[in-house]
């Protein structure tokens, strides 16, 4: 038979490195929001309250506002762990991708969406440490993939690579379109 838990065990908190830190941007980011409800929506004349343009973006953002309020005190409140600097430059590291994906973006115009991707994919295998065949081979395989469905199939229309220019007037009508 299972075991009813109190009530102090449903909300006991497990607190890890770096809460602290989160509960501040979070609180802090939910308040960023609030603030630019004015200027973002608009209350309409005529118009019943919860039919507003504003009405549930605040309703949301408010929550957010309230929970983030309460996770910051409930950290405050809660025992220090050590390490909180440690979790913080972890979280940083991420931003490592963000610029690798900027770079990509950059790039998708010079050299053109297929050898791009391909360069991409390629490095992300390199880089995260699994450069095997089979993955690489995959890498290629996705590239190749992604590039057709969304050029071919969906027709996104994705900037064409320079790099194309310099290709034979057949294969570089064909590369424009499709890759």
């Known amino acids: 038979m299972a075991r009813i ?51 549930w973006p605040t309703v949301a953002i408010g929550g957010m ?6 996770h910051f005190i409930g950290s405050l409140c809660s025992k220090r762990i050590p390490g909180r600097w440690r979790e913080v430059g972890f979280w940083l ?15 998708v115009p010079q050299l053109g969406y297929l050898p791009a991707t391909l360069a991409f994919t390629l490095f992300l295998c390199v880089r995260i440490g699994e450069a095997t065949p089979l993955n690489l081979g995959a890498a290629v395989a996705f590239s190749i993939s992604v590039v057709v469905i969304f050029r ?3 027709q996104v229309k994705v900037p064409a690579g320079h790099i194309y220019e310099a290709l034979p007037d057949g294969i570089r009508a064909f590369a424009l379109t499709y890759l």
């Not at 449903?10 to 630019?36: E, N, T």
């Not at 506002?65 to 309460?70: G, K, Q």
């Open 152 to 154: 071919a199939f969906l």
């Open 93 to 107: 590291k991420s931003f490592e991708f963000v610029a690798y994906f900027l770079i990509y973006v950059l790039l």
């Open 65 to 70: 506002v309230l929970f983030a309020s309460l």
């Open 5 to 55: 838990k109190t009530l102090q065990e449903l909300f006991k908190r497990y607190r890890r490195p770096g809460d602290i830190v989160f509960a501040i941007l979070f609180l802090a980011f939910s308040l960023f929001l609030l603030s630019q409800i004015p200027g973002e929506t608009v209350w309409a004349k005529r118009t019943k309250w919860f039919a507003q343009p504003r009405f």
